[in-house]
């Protein structure tokens, strides 16, 4: 084991000192050697390595089936467990979604499971997709606490899956018969765009802004079933707008762009839920499309009611992000500008 001299980290005249972090050095060989599932898990040109490489920070090398890991210890462990279970995978072709489910998967602070011990099958969704489990930490709380509070929020950046796993949610509790109806809902604000006049009926005109719930149900359903639900009155999915004055009994109710709501249209939605209903509220606090000078309900909300019983609060950051990691380095970007911007003031 050797000792790594304490590196500078940060930019400017005065870059701070990391502490000492202790090298390794791992080997290991992929067995049994298969040149076929080699060449899937590495990637032409070793390009898959070299992904993991950037994300786990540490240096891999190879000989055939022969590989050699440096870096601090526990990132190597991760890097090696990371690629053992990518060689597992690679009896079939690797997509570029298995490959970067699996890097969030492997940097993740902690171990995480389909369900935790003493849990029983409580998070094991019912839906149409058989692999969907939580892939971070923080997704595997978001999970239990919508399924132990009757009102959830989920907020943060685009992409650590909020709206999909509520939605899975939402499915999962139809399938077992613990509510009568799905009902998704979102406010009809345009995002920093003027569409003027939109042709066709009602539904026509508000279908373009609920289109993401639409491609969450036809994922987790498929395209019949969700056909068949909305025939039968247990899929709705509507603008905000058509909320009030309802009272919501026996449904799971979704209310997704939360921080494009006011204060008021905060108020009139949570005070819809009725009895034997299920609430999640997701919406991204740094993506408000509110005409300048609008308080965003969202974040009245988040301090309102963040000491009332029976409501959860999951607070997603960029190390949650399952999308290409370009989308996480983006968001860290905004966050770290915005970070300035609040010493600045």
């Known amino acids: 084991m050797h000792q790594r ?23 290991f060989t992929l067995e049994p050697v298969d040149n076929t599932r080699l060449a899937r898990v590495c990637g032409s ?6 992904e993991i490489e950037a994300a786990i920070g ?11 890991v440096d870096g601090p210890k526990t990132a190597a462990e991760r890097a090696r467990t990371l690629l053992e279970g990518l060689y597992e995978r690679a009896r079939r072709p690797l997509s570029a979604e298995t490959l970067q489910l699996a890097l969030v998967e492997a940097k993740a602070p902690d ?11 409580a998070l094991v969704l019912r839906t149409r997709r058989a692999d969907l489990s939580a892939r971070t930490p923080r997704q595997h709380q978001y999970l239990q606490q919508i399924l132990s509070h009757d009102i959830t929020f989920g907020l943060g950046p685009a992409g650590t899956g909020k ?33 003027g006049f939109l042709p066709g009926d009602l539904t026509q005109k508000v279908d373009p802004y609920l289109r993401p719930l639409y491609d969450a149900l036809y994922d987790l359903l498929g395209f019949d079933r969700v056909t068949k639900a909305f025939e039968k009155g247990q899929l709705e999915v509507a603008p905000l707008a058509f909320m009030r004055g309802r009272t919501l009994n026996h449904a799971f109710v979704i209310l997704d762009e939360a921080q494009n709501t006011t204060p008021e249209q905060m108020k009139m939605f949570l005070t819809r839920i009725g009895f034997g209903s299920r609430c999640v509220v997701t919406g991204d606090t740094s993506q408000i499309d509110l005409p300048r000078g609008t308080q965003s309900g969202l974040i009245d909300a988040e301090h309102v009611l963040a000491r009332v019983k ?22 860290e970007a905004y966050e770290a500008r915005a970070k300035r911007e609040a010493r600045d003031l």
């Open 45 to 50: 040109l070793d390009t898959h390595l070299r």
């Open 5 to 27: 001299p304490a590196s500078l980290h940060g930019a400017g005249d005065n870059p701070r000192p990391l502490p000492f972090s202790p090298i390794v050095i791992l080997r």
């Open 58 to 68: 540490v240096k891999i090398s190879r000989r055939d089936a022969e590989f050699r």
């Open 111 to 121: 171990p995480v499971s389909a369900a935790s011990p003493g849990d029983g099958d």
């Open 310 to 331: 029976g409501i959860a609060m999951t607070r997603f950051t960029s190390a949650d992000v399952v999308r290409h990691p370009l989308v996480a380095r983006i968001v």
């Open 163 to 195: 709206t999909f796993l509520a939605v899975a949610c939402a499915v999962d509790a139809l399938e077992r018969s613990t509510v009568q109806r799905i009902i998704l809902t979102r406010p009809a604000v345009e995002a920093g765009e003027r569409l």
